[in-house]
């Protein structure tokens, strides 16, 4: 089975995201067929900001690390780290040299802009051809700009659609219906179960920065476990992005 066989409408692939080579070992060791990488906890371990574009040379080291886990790997390369398609396609050519299984690529700018719906286009056709794939995300929803439809229906040229910040069912279940591509959507604490977004016609679940809060949380609660204090909330996406270099 490949990485694109797994993606099954109504049996939704739930892609863990990784963020050092000890996440991604213990997730596979799990038995999850596939893992991915997220941005904001490359970023984090190296004390880069998250969506700028500063993890280039990360993002690589890190998918090189992991090629022989004995999982398929989606690396998250943000933007593609890069406006030029040419770039884009050398990075994903090399991505694929070491046997990753796919990519996102994401239309959200740093400055809460979208990228021009024409240029990331062009983006999704110059990350095609290298036998990855190519999972176009927009960043409508998760920074309230921009039409939703308007650009799943133009990213059809990719693998699979990613509408991270989706949590209405009936939304979701329309964003199903209107692309013949694999939906991808984030799995959101407190939002719709796995049960319920299969219902809907989901076909992957991220968890992107989720695990890595996650853990932030966990280590927190161990040492003030140590002091008697309670064990600490969740941190947000926003709060974590918040002690990060700018």
């Not at 990753?100 to 051809?129: C, F, S, Y």
């Not at 927009?138 to 700009?145: A, I, P, R, V, Y």
């Not at 921009?146 to 989706?166: K, M, S």
Request: glycine fraction near 10%; charged fraction near 20%.
């Amino acid at each position: 089975m490949n990485f694109h066989d797994l993606h099954r409408p109504g049996d939704p692939l739930l892609l863990p995201n990784a963020w050092d080579y000890g996440s991604a070992a213990f997730l596979a060791g799990q038995g999850f067929p596939a893992i991915a990488t997220t941005s904001l906890g490359v970023a984090a371990v190296y004390g880069k900001p998250d969506a700028a574009g500063a993890t280039r040379a990360e993002t690589i080291e890190l998918a090189e690390s992991l090629k022989d886990l004995g999982v398929m790997l989606s690396v998250d390369v943000e933007g593609g780290f890069s406006d030029d398609p040419a770039e884009v396609s050398d990075l994903v050519a090399g991505l694929s040299a070491l046997g990753v299984a796919g990519v996102n690529l994401e239309d959200g700018r740093p400055d809460g802009t979208l990228r021009p719906i024409e240029l990331h286009q062009r983006i999704i056709e110059a990350a095609k051809g290298h036998g990855v794939f190519v999972n176009a995300r927009t960043d409508t929803c998760w920074l309230k700009t921009g039409d939703t439809r308007e650009r799943v229906r133009a990213y059809g040229h990719a693998d699979g659609i990613f509408v991270p910040g989706l949590s209405d069912l009936d939304e979701i279940a329309e964003l199903a219906a209107l692309t013949p591509l694999p939906l991808n959507v984030l799995y959101q604490p407190g939002g719709p179960t796995l049960a319920l977004l299969a219902a809907a016609g989901v076909a992957r679940v991220s968890t992107g920065s989720l695990l890595y809060r996650a853990a932030l949380r966990g280590a927190l609660a161990a040492v003030l476990e140590i002091q008697g204090k309670p064990t600490p909330r969740l941190p947000t996406y926003q709060e974590t992005v918040a002690r990060l270099p700018r």
